[in-house]
């Protein structure tokens, strides 16, 4: 599968269907599309910075993103503010938590978070994290991703959450 043909189908998805449920159908697209060699090759590599943005979609804003961590790497508790995001493992392994909200961030201070579990993220494995959906991933080697957010992140600040 070539990039454009992937992003044109996300796009198609998400313009008949921009909610959970259309979402989950460019999840299972994405499980597909790490299933194609080719494809992973020619988006992520060794030389790939820690985040890339291959495609941003014009009308809906949507972005594929290319994701190479070359050493370990852990994240506090963080949601996507009000896009979604879905993570899709290409090389390597994320261990990912899922957390549940114990107090929102107020007053410069930051939001509380509990883990609730944790999971693999192994390659050809998507997932959809929706709106305020809050998860950390902790990679203790090389890894590589690709991920499509709703919105181009670099244009939303979001709130910072720690561990309870």
């Not at 050493?71 to 261990?95: F, L, M, N, V």
């Not at 961030?105 to 579990?117: E, I, S, V, Y």
Request: glycine share 8%; net charge neutral.
């Amino acid at each position: 599968m070539k990039l454009d043909h992937f992003a044109r189908d996300c796009h198609d998805i998400l313009a008949a269907d921009p909610g959970p449920a259309g979402r989950q159908k460019v999840r299972a697209l994405l499980e597909r599309a790490l299933g194609d060699r080719e494809f992973v090759e020619t988006s992520v590599s060794d030389t790939t910075p820690e985040r890339h943005i291959l495609y941003e979609d014009p009308q809906l804003g949507f972005c594929i993103l290319a994701h190479n961590y070359a050493a370990p790497k852990d994240s506090p508790p963080h949601d996507h503010g009000p896009s979604w995001a879905i993570y899709g493992q290409a090389r390597g392994e994320t261990h990912m938590t899922d957390y549940e909200r114990i107090a929102e961030p107020a007053d410069g201070k930051p939001g509380k978070a509990k883990a609730q579990r944790t999971y693999k993220l192994v390659p050809g494995v998507a997932h959809l994290y929706n709106e305020r959906d809050l998860h950390s991933p902790r990679r203790d080697g090389p890894t590589q991703l690709i991920r499509i957010e709703g919105t181009n992140m670099d244009r939303v600040k979001r709130e910072r959450f720690e561990k309870v």
